[in-house]
């Protein structure tokens, strides 16, 4: 799966989960297009798939998401499908599902991930290929929102529809903001800007020479979500991060509570 890099890094920046949609339908062309990014991510991983079904969702909801409001008028939405047998599929998918919401984002559509509080059972309606072994782990409404917030989503992000995140010194681990170079910054405060299951922000960072560390704050799921989904989504971030800066590299996995660690090469 290719990385567009400077279109990601933008939508890193401007990405925020809505929950109210208008009627405005996705033109055919850019489903399409959706669709074929989809095709191309999903041979990212074994383990770990997107499913865009064009129809609207209000029924996938179940009434209130989190604290402020309850999701309808998108038309159409994605599933998030995991293989459960598989060691690493929440990291995978959090890193699959973040490139197909941040593929969406530059296109202009708004996206929110829902990882609780909807009918799995009415997912499973519109997806006939599931194995026994896969799991629809989380889904994304798509469609348009209004520029304008409603007042469920202004008392959550507060005045100002801003991220809400933890300092980079509160998040790094051994290491103070102003020790590192510049361009681990960069790649730091991207995955800082990751979207979680009730903003938890699950993740914390190491930085040793030329790699990265993100392990979990604790080892206790919060809400029957695993942080290693959010950690997979502040994977994708980072790297697009860094790449914004020119550190390409690899990941590897580790062991709990550790998550992965990227090396630039």
Known sequence: MDIPV??????????????????????ADLLDELKS????????????????INQNPDEVFKGAIGSYGKIKGAQAYAAFVGDMTSKNVQENLGYLGEAFILEATSFGLSTCWVGGFFRPEIVKEHITDLSPAEKVIAVTPIGYSDENFSIREKLMF???????RKDINELCIGSRQEELDPRIITALEAARLAPSAVNRQPWR???????????????????????????GIAMLHLEVGALYQGLSGSWEYLETPDVASFTVK
């Open 6 to 27: 400077k279109r990601w890094y933008e939508g890193i920046k401007v990405r925020r989960s809505r929950r109210n949609y208008n009627s405005k339908i996705i033109p």
């Open 37 to 52: 990014f989809v095709r191309r991510a999903n041979k990212r991983f074994n383990d770990a798939r997107i499913v865009v």
């Open 158 to 164: 507060g005045s100002k529809p801003f991220h809400k």
């Open 205 to 231: 960072f190491t930085v040793e020479g030329k790699s990265i560390k993100i392990s979990v704050d604790s080892d206790k799921d919060s809400f029957h979500l695993s942080k290693r989904l959010d950690c």
